[in-house]
């Protein structure tokens, strides 16, 4: 009996000692788990980090691209409004030297004293060179083919002659004035039917 004693100890102690290696087995393949488990939740949180920091990314150059575009709209918006003031400023003027040129064009149809004239003229070029410097362009030209962009029409009359074509200006009533592309006044004109 005591070898099935012995027997029977030596096959718990084999079963204990399975189940040991076993349950050691299982725990390792548990650690191995949990191991694989946390790398997968580490790679989880580096791909969430790595693709939140390209969408900070995106998001700053989008933010700088939209600084940028604001600055140079405000500065084109300086700009237009910079000419617009100017032009502005200039329209006001602009009835005073058509006031000076009449009166000159008065003046030398009548007697009126010489250093009387010669002042006026000179105020009269004063203008002029201030109109000039700003780029400001007289619109009065006899001849050439009606613009709208230039010319304001106030009447049509039949050309002098036949070699005169229709819608050419006969006559500037009143000069316009541009500067540049932009029309600050248009010229009152009588054009040819």
């Not at 998001?59 to 939209?66: P, Q």
């Not at 049509?156 to 229709?166: C, F, H, L, V």
Request: net charge negative.
């Amino acid at each position: 009996m005591s070898k099935e004693k012995i027997s029977e100890e030596d096959i718990s102690t084999q079963e204990e000692v399975a189940e040991e290696v076993q349950d050691n087995e299982t725990a390792s393949e548990a650690g191995n788990e949990e191991q694989e488990s946390a790398r997968n939740d580490k790679d989880v949180r580096i791909e969430e980090l790595e693709q939140e920091l390209a969408n900070t990314k995106d998001g700053l150059l989008r933010k700088a691209a939209e600084l940028e575009n604001v600055r140079k709209r405000v500065q084109r918006e300086r700009v237009q409004l910079f000419e617009e003031a100017k032009a502005g400023a200039l329209e006001d003027f602009m009835p005073i030297s058509d006031d000076l040129l009449r009166t000159l064009k008065a003046a030398e149809e009548s007697e009126i004293e010489d250093s009387f004239l010669e002042g006026v003229k000179m105020v009269a070029d004063k203008f002029e060179k201030v109109l000039e410097k700003h780029g400001v362009e007289r619109i009065n030209e006899t001849g050439v083919p009606f613009d709208v962009n230039l010319h304001d029409a106030m009447m049509k009359q039949p050309a002098p002659n036949e070699e005169t074509g229709s819608d050419v200006v006969l006559q500037v009533l009143d000069s316009g004035y541009k500067i540049g592309n932009r029309t600050i006044r248009h010229a009152k004109v009588i054009v040819s039917e």
